[in-house]
């Protein structure tokens, strides 16, 4: 896991969680008071939306007579969970009241559901007196091409919505580069006929050429439809730059969290080294756990997993560092997170299990750029649909890795994982927030790694992902004599491969005066070498750290790889 840079480029960014418990807007009608008989019928009526809603994602009810009669609907989004549709319902019937106490119109938006009541009869109505608009503040790059795709997904997923079959539901997307995906989403409220909700989807996204133009994302909420377009990566990024030069050798790890605003309590930390506890046990026998301990504001979530294709040992191993430098580098603090190359572990006193977090991200890439931008572009967002499909399909574990021929003498590899406690969905959805950033960050570079709390991408010219190499005889000696000539320097040219076992050698073929010469460990390892080129690579990582003492052409000492049983 130590690292090895010309110059490295570490980027960390703070970006705003895709999802939350606010609300995305509301409405309280100003002229709408309610009376003591109002009030008591408006929660009668959130009372049989909440049933209704959470059985069938929609419902349209009222309740009471004459001038107290109250008038309500609900709806979830048409993909989300019945488990998601009620939690969002419920959510929403007790929020609404808090915001509007006093109203007799009143109308709150979620990202999942939405639920509004009033005292005058809306049902059936196409209504779009007020509404919320969100946009991206950042712009696409080729405005043209962007609109006209958007222009021919929106109208095929407005036919979609208006058909009876989808009940106002339509959704779809369409491939702007090979990093780019622009995903779209329309909704009508179900108590509408197929004309008003073409009525009303027509008026939503007749706002886009004046308030979303270009814009890499854009909401706009009615009461009667919602309209949504966004790219995999659709927050502003408040970013930090950081250029550092790591130590060529060392068991740091990739990078770490330690969040400002949680502070622990004795028996906070007396939990969380209980947690720790569990997830080096579990995490070694099955390369992920998720766990907790404690009671009400004292109880500590945890979860670990290590890389899909290491090994238990190593799995062991790097869980058990991580277990340990966590305690060090965040000693205070109640959400902490570690990544390493080979494991990544976190834990908070509030429950992220099952939920996508990419709140906080560590991005590094090579400095150097790929010779034919287009061609290579071509290849890896070929490469990444396929391993993402690999990563969401629940045989795989939330992994997926591949390679694709650059040249007769290049390949690029490409992985992806996510945490095992995402649904197929969510690990869809964070990998695409992870990839979306590649435009930005990675573009056209010969390596690049993005690492979330909720899945990690990574991008390579060279082989990482686990494969064995046997060095012959002759290449043992080539590399024992270029280490005793050119020392580190050679390091750089040649890459890095790990010792795993000691075997001799077969040296019978070869002059007497060289069998003593010869008597070394066989080579068991993970080679990252490059052939083309005499150029450093920018990450590199040595897990084992042989040392020319005595001095050359004297027998090596062997020094075990600390990831070696």
């Excluded at 795709?149 to 929106?154: D, R, V």
């Excluded at 068991?524 to 083309?532: A, E, I, N, V």
């Amino acid at each position: 896991m130590a690292c090895i840079y010309r110059l490295l480029a570490l980027l960390m960014l703070s970006i705003r969680s895709a999802e939350s418990a606010d609300p995305s807007g509301k409405f309280c009608g100003a002229n709408t008071k309610t009376t003591r008989q109002i009030s008591s019928n408006i929660d009668v009526v959130l009372a049989k939306l909440v049933q209704g809603t959470a059985q069938n994602g929609f419902s349209a009810t009222s309740y009471g007579n004459s001038k107290d009669q109250v008038y309500g609907l609900a709806q979830c989004r048409g993909d989300v969970s019945s488990n998601d549709c009620l939690s969002c319902i419920q959510d929403a019937s007790k929020e609404i009241r808090k915001r509007c106490p006093d109203k007799a119109d009143a109308r709150i938006w979620y990202e999942y559901c939405f639920l509004r009541y009033n005292t005058k009869n809306f049902i059936g109505e196409v209504d779009t007196s007020y509404g919320v608009i969100y946009y991206n503040v950042a712009n696409v790059t080729d405005p043209d091409a962007f609109n006209e795709k958007l222009g021919a997904l929106m109208d095929r997923i407005k036919s979609q919505a208006v058909a009876p079959i989808n009940k106002g539901l339509g959704k779809g997307e369409s491939k702007l580069s090979p990093f780019e995906t622009l995903y779209a989403l329309v909704q009508c409220t179900r108590d509408l006929s197929q004309l008003s909700c073409a009525q009303c989807l027509a008026i939503a996204i007749g706002n886009f050429p004046t308030f979303c133009n270009s814009r890499k994302g854009c909401r706009v909420l009615y009461s009667s439809c919602y309209v949504r377009e966004t790219m995999a990566l659709m927050y502003q990024l408040p970013a930090l730059l950081l250029l550092s030069i790591c130590s060529a050798e060392s068991a740091d790890p990739l990078g770490q969290y330690c969040g400002a605003n949680t502070k622990t309590t004795r028996q906070i930390s007396s939990n969380i080294d209980v947690v720790l506890a569990k997830l080096v046990q579990s995490t070694a026998q099955n390369g992920f756990s998720a766990t907790f301990y404690g009671n009400a504001k004292d109880q500590v979530y945890g979860l670990a997993q290590c890389r899909g294709d290491v090994s238990s040992n190593d799995c062991l191993s790097c869980i058990q560092d991580a277990s340990k430098e966590i305690r060090k580098r965040c000693p205070d603090q109640a959400d902490a997170r570690i990544w390493y190359d080979y494991c990544f572990i976190r834990y908070n006193t509030e429950n992220f299990i099952g939920e996508v977090d990419t709140s906080y991200g560590v991005f590094y890439y090579n400095v150097a750029n790929v010779t034919d931008p287009d061609a290579f572009n071509e290849k890896l967002g070929t490469l990444m649909d396929r391993i993402k499909s690999q990563a969401v399909a629940p045989i795989n574990k939330g992994l997926g890795k591949g390679e694709s021929k650059l040249s007769p003498f290049e390949t690029l590899y490409a992985l992806v994982q996510c945490t095992r406690d995402l649904s197929q969905l969510s690990c869809a959805q964070c990998l695409a927030i992870a990839i979306g950033n590649f435009p930005t960050f990675c573009n056209s570079r010969k390596g690049c790694r993005v690492l979330y709390s909720s899945c990690y991408v990574r991008t390579h010219v060279h082989p990482y992902v686990l494969r064995t190499v046997v060095f012959s005889a002759f290449h043992k000696l080539a590399i024992y004599v270029a280490k005793c000539v050119l020392g580190k320097s050679f390091d750089l040219l040649h890459g890095e491969f790990d010792i795993y076992e000691s075997l001799k050698p077969q040296t019978d073929a070869l002059p007497g005066n060289l069998n003593q010469l010869l008597d070394l460990p066989q080579l068991l390892g993970k080679g990252m070498t490059s052939l083309t080129s005499f150029r450093p690579v920018a990450k590199r990582t040595m897990r084992s750290n042989p040392r020319l003492k005595p001095e050359c052409l004297t027998v090596p000492c062997r020094r075990r790889s600390k990831y070696q049983s």
